[in-house]
């Protein structure tokens, strides 16, 4: 089964400005699929973005962005331009066979 | 779209009884996995159903059991609870290898 760790529990930033959450993991498959989720105080998962391994480019999405590291098996998340809404749980999840999730980063965006 | 359902949205039991919950997934998905998030931390992933059956298992024990439906609703059954297994229960729905959507949670406190 695959492992992924995060090893910043708690992280915060300015409203507008970036920052980056630290992921990496450990799989044995050579087909899986990397995903970031956010978690607000709702509770509801909401999915962030999605980077298929076989893939050697970066996935974006607007303000979020990767830097996917296969050999390093490392994939971080850039916030850019953040936003108070930004504040939530962030999980870093690798997908082979099933789904298996960091322990989280607390991401507060300060006004 | 109703995106994943699931209920009951909060349950509360008393150790050594046995809970059911209940998933309908996201309309076209034909896959269903449960997780369980214990407070502060990252989901732990309970199992997964395809086709009715359970395809791949998490570490839980036996007193964890599920099962699909034919129209891919799932439910997750816990018997003899434990004060241990108070947590939120998430599940996700997903088709193929597309990423997967979770709905709202069901927050079980055992007393």
């Known amino acids: 089964a695959q492992t992924v760790t995060q090893s910043q529990p708690e992280m915060s930033v300015q409203e507008a400005e970036t920052v980056t959450l630290s992921c990496t993991y450990d799989t044995s498959e050579n087909n899986y699929y990397l995903f970031w989720y956010k978690q607000p105080p709702s509770r509801q998962m909401i999915l962030v973005i999605r980077q298929e391994a076989y893939k050697q480019q970066n996935a974006t999405e607007n303000r979020f962005s990767v830097n996917f590291q296969k050999a390093a098996k490392s994939f971080s998340l850039k916030i850019s331009d953040s936003q108070l809404g930004d504040t939530a749980m962030y999980f870093c999840t690798c997908y082979d066979n099933d789904m298996r999730f960091g322990a989280g980063t607390r991401l507060t965006v300060k006004p | 779209d109703a995106g994943v359902t699931q209920s009951p949205t909060h349950l509360i039991k008393t150790r050594g009884q046995q809970v059911t919950l209940r998933c309908s997934p996201k309309?076209?998905?034909?896959?269903v996995s449960w997780y369980q998030q214990a407070l502060g931390q990252g989901p732990q992933f309970i199992f997964q159903y395809y086709e009715e059956e359970e395809r791949q298992r998490g570490n839980f024990p036996d007193r964890f059991s599920g099962h699909q439906f034919p129209n891919y609703s799932s439910e997750l059954n816990v018997n003899a609870l434990l004060l241990g297994d108070s947590a939120l229960y998430l599940c996700?729905?997903?088709?193929?290898?597309?990423?997967?959507?979770f709905g709202q949670g069901t927050r079980l406190t055992v007393v």
């Open positions: 309309s076209g998905h034909d896959t």
């Open positions: 996700a729905s997903s088709f193929t290898d597309t990423e997967a959507f």
